[in-house]
Nanobody, 117 residues
Framework: QVQLVESGGGLVQPGGSLRLSCAAS????????MGWYRQVPGNERELVAT???????NYADSVKGRITITRDHAKNTVYLQMNSLQPEDTAVYYC???????????WGQGTQVTVSS
């Protein structure tokens, strides 16, 4: 059962932009935090950005100034606007939702972002 549905990934040239979307199922109630991880084969999954229920945000140092996370509470959807993309941003991006303070409880299926000329 897929409860977070991601979209927006694809191939983009260096310096380009993409916007990822992640829509939470109605079966997920009372989401506190939402956010995005990314993972490259052979590497640990890396936290990219988080956004709280009060729309406070945090970013990995590597993406600050280039990536913006936003949240539409009415649509139960989180977005990741990525600008000035670089090859090192290439990864599978996974969105998550947290309904407990212990960390992510629900995950998206992953969407591939490839930055290449």
């Amino acid at each position: 059962q897929v409860q977070l549905v991601e979209s927006g990934g694809g191939l983009v040239q260096p310096g380009g932009s993409l916007r990822l979307s992640c829509a939470a199922s109605r079966s997920i109630f009372r989401i506190y935090d939402m956010g995005w991880y990314r993972q490259v084969p052979g590497n640990e999954r890396e936290l990219v950005a988080t956004i709280t229920n009060g729309d406070w945000t945090n970013y990995a140092d590597s993406v600050k100034g280039r990536i913006t996370i936003t949240r539409d509470h009415a649509k139960n959807t989180v977005y990741l606007q990525m600008n000035s993309l670089q090859p090192e941003d290439t990864a599978v991006y996974y969105c998550y939702a947290a309904i407990r303070v212990t960390g992510p409880t629900h995950w998206g299926q992953g969407t591939q972002v490839t930055v290449s000329s």
